[in-house]
């Protein structure tokens, strides 16, 4: 197994954020502290939060937001002991998943509305592109946009967006470190320190180390993670952030377990096996990333009227894998055909270690983003407007290997032994040859301009109107590495138009309504080329125009009780010019159209100054409105009739608190094609917890599915065979110190 280097730009970052305290400490001149309002840094109710800047780029109230946004706080996921993207998302209702956290072909795929976003995912508000899972060490708080939301996100985003907000330096001093233990061997270690270098300067880096087993036996998850970040005072009107994210695993690979479906038999169950039975190879399939993000952000104010913000970022990610996908054998254990009458102690299930899952991947990211903001008056009305600007370009380098377990035969034999369905063996040993088969490439150019203004009519009549303009360049070809020969060479460029429309009514300080249009687009050949959300430019596709996606949403917000947030919105998502094969001529054609309608619900904040709630539900009803045949009037995949959370901790006194909650959906189908049966089973998974809060330190036992359920999360790539199964019953202990 080749073993990843740690490249010298990550070590040259590192080595200079070390030495930047030192050289911050020595120069202290006098200087007029600014006024920096710092994100996060404001007490909230419980956990509920009140603004963000992730929808409009600029710091607004949710109220004032014509937009349904679940943001999950720092606080949450504490409470929760969360340390994956994945945990995170656990928490918001309309999401399910197309592959489990640690999984390989399309890491960390999540389906949002009904429709995947395993591209739209962003860090601070520029697109996060790489294939990597996603750790929650230097991460403060998730969001999450639903609807399409390219005025400010740009292509993609058919059912919202996946924000996540960074832990930068500020100027509040923070010295804590984190220590947890729990099932599977788990073992983590985190730390924190933020040092206040001056009035408006100062360094904070984030650490994180762990070396655990994972409840899919037997593999493991190792992994190290360092988020160094300095802030600038440069004057009482500029600051500079530089901040770099690194992060380096050795991941679960899964391609979930194997459902009771052959061709010859169609779908025809569950089977009754362990979450834990791995259909895997332990001592070949292997999944390695290595993450590098370096961010450069300037804030300058001119007058309270006037802003500029130019973020500028590169991003190097690296991935090396290979993994085995398992299906049920289409004869048992004697050689007979396989019936839906078979004994389940008969049946067989070929695990193949392939070439399709052999890739290595060396991929970058280079973007800026200059956004002016200003503040003005025109009469009566009042009115804060964006301008923005970004430039980017996205580099795909993926290379593809050839497996062979019997070079003696002509052509490529894949590498794959039975195993019994009860019981796999995932010690089996495997021989074959790795050779370099292709270079696969591609870039992808993005020039963007948007406008936004949100306009104050009165002090009960609010709207929010924008428009982007977005030229996207992408090209490709393929490199055979054994004979250089350079085919599948296709470019294409798109210029599309999306916006946002919003009417906003608060009628009083406890109320706020509104109304809502907004677009988006899927282009021929967009990077992200995992998880149904991007495509690879190819002969079918180059002359295709992209894919338009549209949003229709009424929502409210409730300020009840007097810390208790209540939210709501019915919606309708429609991707109303889907790619679909035209069943006459075979060819690709954009006249699929795939909708959802739903209403959701969040309640979240304190309802007592010691008990604290989140939850959320959401009901969703999805039809393939106009598709191919075996599928028209079907429910899409990935849509859950319904799905929710609850979360809550009540305060007991004297330090005590404990808390808890459940999470399940019900009626998410594994396929278009709804074979008969194939509904993920509905799920109801309880939790808790127990804490001791003190000043200086706390101590939570976490237990997570808490009646040991087994439950499955999602499927994999449209295909009825396989299964994602859920994590049994698990427990973790933490501790977090923080110094004087």
Known sequence: MQQFQHRPMAAAILMMFSAAPAALAQSKPEQTLPEVKVQGAQEQPGFRTETTRGATRTETPLRDIPQFINSVPQELIRSQGATSLQDALRNVPG???????????????????????????????????????????????VEVLKGPSSLTFGRGSTGGVINQTSKVADLFTRKEIGLSFGSFDQKRLTADLNLKMHDSSAFRIVAMGEKSGSYRHPNDVDKIGLAPSLLFGISDRTKVTLSHMYLKTKDVTDYGQPTLFTAGTGFFGFAPISPKAYYGYANHD????????????????????????????????????????????????????????????????????????????????????????????????????????????????????????????????????????????????????????????????????????????????????????????????????????????????????????????????????????????????????????GTNLSAVNQNLDPEKNRNYEVGTQWDILRGLQLRSALFRNEKENARMNDPVSGLTVLEGVRRVDGIEFELAGSITPKWDIYSGVAFMDGEIVKGPANVQGNTPLGVAKVAGNIWTVYRLGGGWEIGGGVRGQKGTWLTDANQPGSQIPSYVVADAMIGYVHKNYEIRLNVYNLTDKTYYTGGYNNNPNRVLPGMPRAAMISLNYKFN
Do not use: C
């Not at 995947?116 to 230097?138: K, S, V």
């Not at 977005?470 to 055979?480: A, G, I, L, Q, R």
């Not at 296709?490 to 109304?515: C, E, H, V």
């Open 95 to 141: 999401i399910s998943y197309a592959a489990a956290e640690g999984g390989t072909q399309a890491n960390q795929v999540f389906y949002l509305r009904g429709f995947p976003a395993g591209g739209d995912l962003f860090i601070d508000g520029l697109r996060d592109l790489g294939e990597y899972n996603r750790d929650l060490f230097a991460i403060d708080s």
């Open 286 to 533: 292997f999944a390695e990333h290595e993450t590098n993000i370096t961010t450069l952000k300037f804030d300058h104010t001119f007058s309270d009227k006037v802003s500029l913000r130019n973020i500028t970022r590169f991003a190097n990610y690296q991935r090396e894998m290979e993994a085995t996908i398992a299906t049920l054998r289409a004869t048992d254990a004697n050689g007979a055909a396989v019936t839906r009458n078979t004994p389940l102690s008969l049946l067989m299930v070929t695990r193949n270690h392939d070439s399709g899952r052999t890739r290595n991947n060396d991929d970058d990211t280079l973007v800026n983003q200059t956004e002016l903001t200003w503040k003005l008056s025109t009469g009566s009305m009042n009115h804060t407007i964006l301008t923005g600007l970004e430039l980017g370009r996205e580099k795909l380098n993926r290379s593809t290997f050839i497996l062979d377990g019997d070079p003696n035969l002509a052509g490529a034999q894949a590498p794959n032994v039975a195993t019994p369905l009860l019981a796999p063996d995932p010690n089996t040993l495997l021989s074959y040859t790795k050779t370099p088969n292709t270079n696969v490439r591609a870039n992808g150019d993005t020039v963007a301009l948007y406008v936004q203004d949100q306009m104050e009519f009165s002090k009960q009549w609010k709207a929010l109107l924008g428009l982007r303009w977005e030229h996207f360049k992408v090209d490709t070809n393929t490199t055979s590495l054994s004979t250089g020969a350079l085919t599948n060479v296709f470019a294409r460029t798109d210029k599309m138009l999306s916006g946002r429309a919003g009417l906003i009514w608060q009628p009083t300080n406890q109320q706020s309504y509104y109304i809502s249009y907004g677009n988006s687009y899927n282009p021929s050949g967009e990077l992200g080329v995992y998880g149904g959300t």
